[in-house]
């Protein structure tokens, strides 16, 4: 909450009841001591006039979809409607300019609402960070019928938004991921060698024929075709280390880093997903969960839930998402290699540890 005193209000305010305490108490009477009565109640009852339309005041806030991408244009709606018994007189609207662009809502605006008037306000709106945070309309302004002092109070519903990260190739710019992947190690379930191996069948319809191996044909009175090999990858293993999420989950830092760390866990599990590495994902989410992206099915399975669903349960959750990060970094793994995503790196520390 904030309270503004108007000078100008007050002064006046001040002055008249100073004339009120002269009156009264040169004249005396009925008439002066209720004039002198009247200016009393004033500040007890404008205060009480404030409380009253914060009460009966009804903000509803929305977006058209459920879940929004950070970046993209969406529509906003901001539903005001006073439910009580007194008009509300020039209400500023605040709104969270530092996380959301708002386009047809302006910061401070101005509105007046009747006895049970409603106003609805629409708008465009861009998130400008990925994760889990209140945006739209975050505070609104009543002033007193005598304007003397505005009070600036949390509005009664927020918002809170669900923005998922952009899908980019921020990730390939720091992971060498084309050395990862042809690193062999692991048979592909689904992927294939360009050229045929060392494995044969008869010839069936439609293959080949420059996969026919006309010796052994020869030997076997039959045509025989080379199969091809299985692609050959490591293993590959993503361990999200998030942060702990601060007392005040809407602060704007924490928001930046938050962003950050989403985009690039998406970008690395876009690019092995979308060539068909089979990649495992480790992050906290209440408990520690794995996820296995190797096609676009699996990857949109794990982007759906990576703008809310990475958090810490517990101490025993984060506790143990670091011990895994400590001992995969300080011992060798065959046939496995584990990218180690920090959201949260000590000056001097990379974000991003590879530990082959």
């Known amino acids: ?57 009804n903000i509803f806030q929305e977006i058209e979809v459920y879940k929004v991408t950070c970046g993209e244009d969406h529509r906003f709606r901001v539903l005001f409607e006073n439910a009580g018994i007194f008009p509300i007189h020039r209400m500023g609207i605040y709104t969270l300019g530092d996380r959301c662009n708002l386009y047809e809502i302006q910061d401070g605006q101005e509105i007046s609402l009747d006895i049970h008037e409603k106003n609805e306000l629409h708008s465009g709106i861009t998130c400008k960070y990925a994760g889990a945070y209140n945006i739209g309309v975050e505070n609104v302004s009543l002033s007193d019928p005598f304007f003397m002092y505005t009070v600036k109070l949390k509005v009664p519903y927020s918002f809170r938004a669900i923005v998922r990260p952009q899908i980019t190739d921020v990730a390939a710019k720091v992971l060498d991921i084309e050395n990862l992947i042809n690193n062999t190690g692991l048979k592909s379930n689904r992927l294939i060698e360009d050229t045929p191996g060392s494995d044969m069948r008869a010839y069936q319809k439609g293959d080949s024929l420059n996969a026919i191996n006309w010796k052994v044909s020869a030997k076997h009175n039959e045509l025989m075709v080379r199969l091809p090999d299985k692609m050959e990858k490591r293993t590959v293993t993503i361990l999200l280390e998030a942060a702990k999420i601060p007392d005040n989950k809407e602060d704007i830092e924490y928001l930046k880093k ?94 991003c540890i590879i530990c082959d």
Do not use: C
Request: charged residues 20%; aromatic residues 16%.
């Open 1 to 57: 909450m904030e309270l503004q005193i108007h000078k100008r209000g007050i002064i006046t305010y001040l002055i008249l009841l100073a004339l009120s305490i002269a009156f009264a108490s040169n004249y005396g009477g009925p008439v002066s001591y209720v004039w002198l009565y009247g200016m009393l109640l004033i500040i007890p009852l404008s205060i009480f006039y404030t409380i009253l339309n914060y009460k009966f005041l």
């Open 258 to 351: 938050r962003d950050i760390f989403l985009e690039f866990v998406v970008s690395a599990a876009w690019h092995f997903g979308e060539q068909g590495v089979p990649v495992r994902l480790i992050y906290p989410s209440g408990d520690v969960k794995e996820s296995t992206v190797d096609s676009r099915e699996s990857f949109m399975d794990f982007y759906s839930i990576v703008a809310d669903g990475i958090f810490y349960g517990s101490a025993k959750t984060y506790d143990e998402i670091q011990r895994l990060s400590a001992d995969r970094r300080n011992n060798v793994y065959d046939n496995e290699t584990w990218i180690i995503i920090r959201e949260d790196a000590k000056e001097g520390e990379s974000n």
